[in-house]
């Protein structure tokens, strides 16, 4: 008998295993944490076999929690960290060097050549991508490069490139399947998004021979088994999303227009804009969001390097609270920040200024200002940042922001919803079960082995949402969003005097 559909979770700082039943409802969780290596400034690496192992354990812990085996399972889906990527001897099946984490700015230097060399169009047109070390293909340079030996188990056919997905699909089914899905290879900066392949001349740019990479599927494919030896059973890996991806999926935000925001450490907000890519010019990336047959849905994206993270420094860095969920508390003990506005451009500002040099200030103190105002503000300010993108996102796609579906650590807290709400002249939806991500590629998991016949048979299951809807007048909204905007211009050029 099935019950369960698993959703492997394999995020930057931990792995998780959800077993979801046929409702959407989360039943069965088990996660694990596991070590960020720094060897150098700047450098971010995991090992993959930790990567592997943690993630095989939570599988396993899952399964027990729920008295149960990978026999009662529907399909596996997963989500994964993007951009990081993996290297490994497709012959022993070991891997060759670290994984290089997406947060990883050891190719920042080439990044800034391949800019000066008058790439960042070229890049931008064909991956819907900015030319930045986050995204895989500087890494995976990097790598060929810099390890020893790399270049000649390349050239005889034995290397094996991939993001996570493909790292651990390969260990899934027992080394039989290379393969990754369009959401993850649309991060790559090696794919194109108009044809939907790797492009041969950003492979020629970045010297990556072909057959080191993972065949590209549709999200909703059936990417291999699990392999019955190391398992007990042979279950279908159906569902492969990149983690926003994953999220906007899970958040049922199918329809052109629809758009979700995480509020975790950084804010990334992704707007579905239907079967047609929309390049833009405007700092927004523009990828691919999912692929079932062989109709592919793109999405804008947009973040905030710093959200939840302003909330972090008032606790850890001013001491003004001793959790996050205490800068509600406070922040509801007055009518509003009192004038004041915090920036907190801690490192830069990304869209729509794009200002590395950009740094925090706190301004429009006055006599009256007490902590309770700077909490405010600063809560406030993760409201106003996503703001910004939002309207980028409405110019970009001249399509309505209606509502903003919503998740992440910082979406617990409704005074900021009410505030993003008031600002963004928005409806902003919560739904009671946050864990978007995960749920996203259970559904489109259990799409692919058809336990559900459509997307709006998965969006009937999404229920228990709470809504925060706009009550505050347009000549208020004016005023305060001019005011961030004076704010946030005198935050920029601050550290290159
Ligand atoms: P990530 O996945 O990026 O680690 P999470 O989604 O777990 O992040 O969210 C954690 C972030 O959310 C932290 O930066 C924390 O400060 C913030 N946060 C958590 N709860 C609240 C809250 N009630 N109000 C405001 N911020 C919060």
């Known amino acids: 008998m099935k019950k369960y559909i698993m959703a492997l979770d394999q995020g930057t700082t931990s792995s998780r295993c959800i077993l979801f039943d046929k409702d959407g409802v989360a039943r069965y969780t088990a996660q694990r944490e596991f070590p960020q290596i720094f060897k150098i400034d700047g450098w971010v690496e995991h090992d993959p076999l930790t990567i592997w192992s943690t993630q095989a354990a939570v599988a396993t812990e899952a399964l027990m929690m ?178 926003q991806q994953a999220a906007l999926f899970g958040q049922c935000c199918f329809a052109s227009g629809d758009v979700k925001n995480t509020y975790g450490t950084g804010a990334f907000l992704l707007m579905n804009v239907g079967k047609t890519p929309r390049v833009t010019r405007d700092g927004l990336l523009t990828t691919v969001g999912w692929q079932i047959g062989d109709e592919v849905t793109y999405a804008l994206e947009g973040s905030v390097f710093t959200c939840g993270a302003a909330i972090q420094w008032l606790r850890d860095g001013m001491k003004l609270i001793e959790s996050a969920p205490d800068s509600e508390y406070y922040a509801r003990k007055v009518k509003d920040s009192g004038g004041v506005i915090v920036v907190p451009a801690f490192t830069g500002l990304g869209a729509p200024c794009w200002d590395p040099y950009a740094r925090g200030l706190i301004i429009g103190i006055n006599r009256g200002t007490t902590k309770n105002h700077i909490i405010r503000a600063t809560l406030e300010s993760l409201a106003y940042q996503t703001n910004d993108v939002i309207t980028l996102m409405r110019e970009a796609s001249g399509l309505e922001v209606s509502t903003l579906r919503v998740d992440g650590g910082a979406s617990q807290n409704s005074l900021l919803l009410q505030i993003q709400a008031d600002l963004s002249d928005t409806v902003i939806e919560r739904p009671a079960f946050a864990e978007s991500t995960a749920l996203g590629c259970a559904m489109l998991a259990g799409l692919t082995v058809g336990l559900y016949s459509s997307l709006d048979e998965i969006s009937a299951l999404r229920k228990d949402t709470t809504a925060f809807t706009p009550c505050m007048s347009q000549d208020e909204r004016e005023r305060l969003l001019s005011a961030w905007c004076r704010a946030r211009d005198r935050a920029l050029g601050w550290a290159n005097p």
């Not at 790598?143 to 699909?169: C, K, P, Q, Y």
């Open 66 to 243: 729920a008295g149960s085996s990978f026999s009662e399972v529907y399909a596996v889906g997963i989500t994964n960290q993007r951009e990081t990527c993996i290297a490994w001897n497709k012959k022993t099946g070991e891997p060759v060097y670290n994984a290089i984490v997406w947060q990883c700015r050891r190719t920042a230097e080439y990044c800034e050549q391949l800019r000066s060399e008058g790439y960042a169009s070229f890049i931008k047109e064909k991956t819907g991508l900015l030319i930045d070390p986050y995204f895989s293909a500087t890494k995976l340079k990097w790598m060929l490069d810099n390890v020893e030996g790399l270049r000649e188990l390349a050239e005889r056919g034995e290397l094996a490139f991939g993001t996570v997905d493909s790292w651990l699909i390969y260990k899934l089914t027992g080394g039989k399947r290379h393969v990754t899905d369009v959401s993850n290879a649309s991060r790559t900066m090696l794919f194109n998004l108009h044809t939907m392949q790797y492009d041969s001349e950003l492979l020629s740019l970045f010297g990556i021979p072909k057959d080191t990479l993972p065949e590209v599927l549709p999200s909703s494919s059936v990417f291999g088994y699990t392999d019955p030896s190391l398992f007990g059973a042979e279950v279908p890996i159906a569902a492969v999303l990149g983690d």
